[in-house]
């Protein structure tokens, strides 16, 4: 059987799973759109009518949102956009963590033939460099100390992060000593690294969990990351224009419903950050 043309094959729009989707479904929700359920349904789509009449078949698949931005920028796919956090775009397309413009817009979204249309701002985090508070780290307990020993002689020898390409360009950016073999790659409980002494670079919100697993922040790495809805550059300027358009003023009418409702208003703004205290003070012998 031969394979449908593309104008025959439904359009796809990449959704996250896990803590994200259960604000986007909510969005998709109020945006009057069907959300796939993980456990019953992995078709769910609906059906878009242009102003002249003619249909388009759009499909939702729920992606990983670290997985969904190079989707885009692949071109033998029927991906045409898709939601995914600001951390995870900077990170799978590897882009420079200060690129963006007073809108939160990236300058490097477009030299990959992406654009943002929407800013979903629901459940803000922050990405931060955080140590271990633990007496062998009392001699760079903070920001200043940390610089001045890692960029000065001293090496990392390993820092934990679900984020290689972010940690990377911060490490480079900052001019600390590094190897790439220095940095591990986690999928999940980054915190854990704690407790095998090393740095880590890690989303928080509250600042809760690194508490638990004996974590102390020395700086934002990333001030605030939020779910963008990305497109396809071309895709605007061809047969999706209508369609992507008529997302775009749904989802933005369901951002602003939530960010009034009071049920969900404090899930748009970010989480005051905890206040934490290093354990330990320097000693003579003390040393990371």
């Known amino acids: 059987m031969e394979e449908g043309s593309k104008a025959d094959r439904p359009a796809i729009i990449a959704v996250p799973d896990g803590h ?28 878009f009518t242009r102003a002249d009449g003619t249909t388009q078949e759009v499909q ?8 969904s931005p190079p989707l885009l920028t692949e071109n033998n ?21 200060y690129g963006q413009d ?14 943002q249309l929407l800013d979903l701002k629901v459940r803000p985090s922050r990405l931060v460099l ?6 062998s780290y009392s001699e760079v307990s903070n920001m200043r100390r940390f610089t001045e020993v890692y960029t000065n002689g001293h090496r990392i020898e390993k820092i934990g992060t679900e984020f290689p390409n972010i940690t990377r360009n911060f490490l480079t950016y900052r001019g600390f000593n590094f ?3 220095s940095i591990y790659q986690t999928f999940g409980k980054t915190e854990g690294c704690l407790k095998l002494l090393w740095p880590i670079i890690e989303i928080m919100e509250t600042g809760t969990g690194l508490e638990r697993y ?10 605030k990351s939020t779910p963008r809805l990305l497109a396809r550059q071309n895709a605007l300027s061809g047969q999706y224009k209508e369609l992507l358009t008529d997302l775009y003023k749904r989802m933005r009418k369901a951002r602003i419903s939530m960010e009034n409702d009071p049920e969900y208003a404090d899930r748009f703004t970010l989480p005051p950050r905890k206040s934490f205290r290093f354990n330990y003070k320097p000693t003579e012998r003390s040393g990371a």
């Open 20 to 47: 994200l989707g259960e604000f986007v479904e909510e969005m998709f929700r109020r945006a009057d759109i069907p959300y796939p359920d993980v456990e019953e349904d992995l078709d769910t789509g609906y059906e």
């Open 60 to 67: 939702l698949l729920i992606v990983r949102p670290q997985n």
């Open 77 to 97: 796919n029927d991906v045409i956009a898709c939601i995914s956090g600001l951390d995870c775009i900077l990170n799978s397309l590897n882009m420079p963590i």
């Open 102 to 115: 007073e809108r939160g817009v990236h300058s490097d979204l477009g030299e990959r033939g992406l654009v």
């Open 130 to 135: 955080a140590i271990p508070n633990h007496p």
């Open 179 to 181: 190897e790439d073999g």
């Open 214 to 223: 004996g974590g102390y922040p020395l700086t934002n790495v990333l001030n």
